[in-house]
Every structure is written in C-alpha cells, then in structure tokens.
C-alpha cells in the first residue's frame, strides 16, 4: 500500500467570477474534511463579498498581488508573502489591481461554502 497521493487531477470549482480554483486535496476531491490545499488565479479587477469564514485560512503569493479587508484593516500581499487568517475574522479578499495573482489557499478545517458565512450584498 502506497504511503503518498499524488494529485494529477484537481477538481475545478465552478465559478461566476472569473477566478481559477483548483482543488488539489479536501472536500471535493478527496473527500477530506481536515485539510484544503488549493491553487488559484483571481483576475484583475476581481473581488468576493465579506464573510467570516469557520476556518483558519493560509495564503501564500505565488505571483502578483492579493489584498484582504482584514475587520476594516487593509493588507496587501505580494510574490513571496504569506498570510494566516485566523477563523470567524470578517475579511473581504480581493484583487484590485492591473495584474492577475496566482496563489494557494490552505484552509483549516477543510473550506467548505457552509462555513463561508458571506455577507449579502
């Protein structure tokens, strides 16, 4: 029996915004409710509502930059920064800026939409 996964065939999470996720491990591919690792793309221009997830999130920049609406504070991170949120913290994610940004999103226990807990517009 092997001891390792290899993930050659993430699942792609429908989307209406334009933004790319690619699950490698959690809920949708492996059924994992502990752990998600993803790997993203949010276009320019690109931004989600505020929510208060019920998951300590990790993000790290792979390239470009990513901005986060941390309870009114706002952090700008670029290639090479990394960031953890913890959970139930009201944050807004977005991408303003004139170049896509890559990263990975690892989110503690696994993201699932029922602990999202987004805002209404």
């Not at 949010?42 to 019920?54: I, K, N, T, V």
Request: aromatic share 10%; proline share 6%; hydrophobic share 35%.
């Amino acid at each position: 029996m092997k001891k390792y996964t290899i993930q050659k065939s993430p699942f792609v999470v429908p989307t209406t915004d334009g933004k790319l996720i690619e699950e490698h491990f959690g809920n949708a591919t492996t059924k994992d409710s502990k752990i998600s690792i993803a790997h993203m793309v949010a276009p320019a221009g690109w931004s989600e509502p505020f929510q208060a997830p019920e998951f300590e999130e990790y993000t790290y920049i792979i390239k470009g930059k990513k901005q986060f609406n941390i309870d009114g504070e706002i952090v700008v991170l670029e290639a090479g920064q990394s960031i953890k949120i913890e959970k139930n913290v009201r944050i807004q994610y977005s991408n303003p800026f004139e170049e896509e940004c890559e990263y990975l999103a690892i989110c503690l226990p696994a993201f699932s939409i029922d602990l999202v807990n987004r805002e209404e517009d």
